[in-house]
Structures are given as C-alpha cells and as structure tokens.
C-alpha cells in the first residue's frame, strides 16, 4: 500500500509539472564564495587527536564544515533559478570542501521543480535542503560561521515531494514523502515521511524512516524559531530529539542564538548549544557545551566574520589536546572567514 501511494503522489507531480505555462517566465542567477583562516587558541595547529580531518591533521569540534587549520577553502555556490507565475525550477550547485561534506555527488545542493496551484497550495519535486533545524548549509543563511552539533547530526537535504499549504495569515503546514534522509537513489526502498506546522514564524518539525539506523535517521522532533526583542535584538532558538530506529546512538539538544545589530554594517552573536546522546545499554554518554560568539562586518556584498569559540565536554571525555599535547575536555578556537554574496 505504501508504495501505491507513493507511486500515485508522484504520477500527479508529474503530471502536473508537465502542463504548459504561457506566462513570461524570469531566470536569474545567485550564489555565494567563502573562504577563511582558522588557529586553535588551547592547542597546536596539528595533532593526532579523536576529532580531526580524519588524516590525523588538526583536531576540530567533531562538526560539520571549517575544520582545517590556516587558511582554508569554504565553498562556491551558485544557483540558477528559472521562475514563472505559476511554475518554475532551481538548479543549486556547490563546489568545493563545504560542498562536498554536505551533498552525495555531483556537486548537486538542490535540484527541484515546483508548482503553485494556488495563492495557498505549493508542490514540489527533487532535491531539497531540510526543513529541520535552525543553520543550514550555505554560510550565507548562518549568523555563526562555524556549525552547531544538532544540525552537524541531523539530516542535511532530502529527496521528495513536499505539499506546502498556507492555513491563514499565521498558519502553515508542509507535508512530504522523501527517500530516506541525505539519500538520492532509494536502494533499500524505504521511505521517509516529513512535516512541518508553522505558526508566526515558529516552527514544529517532524521526520520519520523506517530504515536500518546505518542508513536512516529514525524518528526526530525538532523546534525552530525565534523572536524580535526590540528592532536591534533577536533572539533565535532550536531544540531537537532523535530517536534511532534500533535504539543505537541517539541525540538531544538546544540551542541558543542571541543575535545583536549595533549598525546597519556590524553585528554580534552568540551560539551557546547543549548537545547529547544515548544509547542502549550505555549508560555514561557525553554531553558537549559550546559557546560561539560572532562577529559580521558587511562592506556591500563582502562579509567578514571574526569567531571565537570554545567547546567543552563532560562525563570524563578528553577528545582534545592542550598546548602540552595532553589530553583536556576542551578545545577553543579563531576563525576568520569572509563571505561574497552575489
């Protein structure tokens, strides 16, 4: 039945993606550059350590994206957006390092098509970046430079059909049928099933697989929104529980994301998250806090973000190493990155 049903959803999409539009239609192009230099302020620049690139080079906090040392590349972006009054498509391609963490091949970020039924009605098909969560991929979208643990362990795109409906002025729903988080080609012919209710610019997100956990993200709950405080102050807020389907390692978290304007040109903000786990028959799992306090100086299309941030974790864990190359619970870092819009 599952599969029937998932069979027809997409025979209407593309049925409905296939009818002609006579209305002019409008492409334009976007995209974004980044690059940055990067030191740790508690260790060397190089150590063989339990978070690093993987090569036993320089340790990082065990997140997504900027963990190389000295001057390092983020990524190029560019996207193609072909828009009419009715329909249209985008083409979102990444390259280099950032890109390449993020995405499964091909240097696709989003490919997808989409139709307006109506003022409050919205399909569309492919390839997506989530829903969940507070950061997302591009720099460009983030405050922060660096990224939290809950977005580094959620899901980071999706390939679907998603429904996005507008309920009223303050009310919005979205719902989705996907392939199995992060996975293009469904060759274990599972699904996953999303959702989302919106309501003033907050957001209650949902997402379910049944997949084996080595493939599949199992269930998540995930909150994102934020608040105006006055017209210089905002204050930004995500909290999310993941469940695995066969109860392995698990995650939990919030976080937290002052964001202060002290001119039109520069700002100041802080991500201070609380992220954890469990597992089955484990008792003693680690819980990390981080403390991120950013800088955003804007010269027209060129942003340039100072960072300092500090990441501590408890329950005797010491994945890190000092200055003296011991082992320590912490690490701090600098980063420096600048960011080209266009």
Same mark, same amino acid.
Request: charged share 20%.
């Given at each position: ?228 405080? #006055? &017209? !210089? %102050?905002? @204050? +930004?807020?995500?909290?999310? =529980? ?5 109860? *392995? ?13 002290? #001119? &039109? !040109? %520069?700002? @100041? +903000?802080?991500?201070?998250? =609380? ?5 089955? *028959? ?13 800088? #955003? ?31 320590? #619970? ?13």
């Amino acid at each position: 039945m599952k599969k029937i049903i998932t069979l027809s959803m997409l025979f209407m999409a593309t049925a409905l993606f296939a009818q002609e539009e006579t209305t002019e239609k409008k492409l334009s192009i976007s995209g974004s550059v980044d690059a940055y230099y990067k030191t740790n302020l508690t260790s060397t620049d190089v150590s063989n350590a339990f978070f690093n690139d993987g090569d036993g080079g320089a340790q990082s906090f065990g997140t997504s994206f900027a963990n190389q040392t000295g001057f390092a590349l983020g990524m190029a972006n560019i996207i193609a957006s072909y828009e009419g009054d009715e329909t249209g498509a985008v083409a979102d391609l990444v390259f280099g390092p950032r890109g390449e963490e993020a995405i499964t091949g091909l240097n696709v970020n989003q490919l997808y098509a989409y139709w307006n039924v109506s003022d409050d009605f919205k399909l569309t098909i492919g390839r997506f970046n989530t829903y969940l969560g507070y950061e997302v991929i591009s720099p460009t979208g983030n405050f922060n430079y660096s990224t939290s643990h809950l977005f580094s362990n959620g899901p980071f795109s999706h390939t679907g059909l998603k429904a996005d409906f507008t309920l009223s002025d303050d009310f919005s729903l979205m719902v989705a049928v996907m392939n199995v988080t992060d996975v293009d080609d469904n060759i274990t012919g599972d699904y996953a099933f999303g959702a989302q209710l919106g309501f003033k610019g907050q957001f209650l997100n949902f997402y379910y697989d049944g997949a084996d956990s080595d493939v599949g993200l199992g269930f998540e709950i995930d909150y994102t929104g934020g608040f105006d405080i #006055s &017209d !210089e %102050f905002y @204050l +930004g807020i995500n909290a999310a =529980y993941n469940l695995e389907n066969d109860d *392995d390692f698990s995650f939990y978290g919030v976080a937290l994301y002052p964001q202060y304007s002290l #001119s &039109d !040109e %520069f700002g @100041l +903000g802080l991500r201070g998250e =609380y992220f954890g786990g469990h597992q089955k *028959d484990v008792d003693d799992i680690p819980a990390v806090l981080g403390l991120t306090l950013t800088g #955003s100086y804007s010269i027209n299309n060129l942003t340039f973000k100072p960072e300092i941030r500090l990441d501590s974790w408890n329950n005797d864990l010491e994945p890190f190493v000092d200055n003296d190359l011991e082992a320590t #619970s912490s690490l701090a870092a600098f980063t420096l990155a600048a960011i080209y819009s266009f």
